[in-house]
């Protein structure tokens, strides 16, 4: 079956460094989406991604965040300057039709866990 | 996308029909019902979806009620490995989806 695969798994990052979290979105897929979840929270959304730009962002995704798609594969989410409150769970989705569309489905990678000393 | 209540949390016996409810009164017609669970840390996954119709897959059946107003996600024969946080998202898929608390099922052996 296929799957969105994420990396690393788990990154440790000092204040204000630079972090770049990979996803590689399933291959026919154009929406691309990144999530994060703070621990013991919920799952928030960050932004969407089609046709090589933004069509959608959050309150949370402010200037520090940015997101790419480099190559015809790989799908990065970009923290500039990482804050302590950054610390938390990354998710990359993707889906064949916009916000899951009719069909509904989200499909989701196991996630990139952040933790910022 | 309108919004959805749900418990906090619930338990099942193993092997036994879990019914997750959820209210949706304010969805409007073009809104979807849509179920997601997280089992521990994983990445959110996909349930079912409906419209106004019962439908059934080969992980749970969801049930509409006919004024929409809410619904419930039906585990036939839960098992340990359902035990997760389920997500009821009401969702017109113009927009990202959003996830609320969810209900905590805890499926007991």
């Known amino acids: 079956e296929p799957e969105v695969t994420q990396t690393p798994s788990h990154q440790v990052t000092q204040m204000g460094q630079e972090v770049i979290l990979r996803c590689v979105p399933i291959s026919n897929h154009l929406y691309f989406y990144w999530y994060r979840q703070i621990l013991g929270q919920k799952v928030e959304f960050l932004v969407s991604?089609?046709?090589?730009?933004?069509?959608?962002k959050s309150e949370i995704f402010d200037d520090q965040f940015s997101v790419e798609r480099p190559d015809g594969s790989n799908f990065t989410l970009k923290i500039r300057s990482t804050k302590l409150e950054d610390s938390a769970m990354y998710f990359c989705?993707?889906?064949?039709?916009?916000?899951?569309?009719?069909?509904?489905?989200?499909?989701f990678g196991e996630g990139s866990r952040l933790t910022v000393l | 996308d309108a919004k959805t209540t749900q418990p906090p949390s619930m338990d099942c016996a193993e092997g036994r029909a879990a019914n997750l409810p959820c209210n949706h009164s304010t969805i409007s017609g073009n809104e979807y019902v849509y179920w997601y669970r997280q089992i521990h840390s994983q990445g959110p996954q996909y349930i079912i979806h409906g419209l106004k119709n019962n439908e059934t897959n080969e992980m749970a059946s969801l049930i509409i009620t006919e004024d929409r107003k809410s619904s419930t996600l039906i585990l036939p024969h839960a098992t340990l490995r359902d035990t997760a946080v389920y997500y009821c998202i009401v969702h017109t898929g113009r927009r990202a989806l959003t996830f609320g608390s969810g209900t905590r099922l805890q499926v007991q052996p």
């Open positions: 991604f089609y046709n090589n730009e933004i069509s959608e």
């Open positions: 989705a993707s889906s064949d039709s916009p916000g899951g569309g009719d069909t509904g489905e989200l499909f």
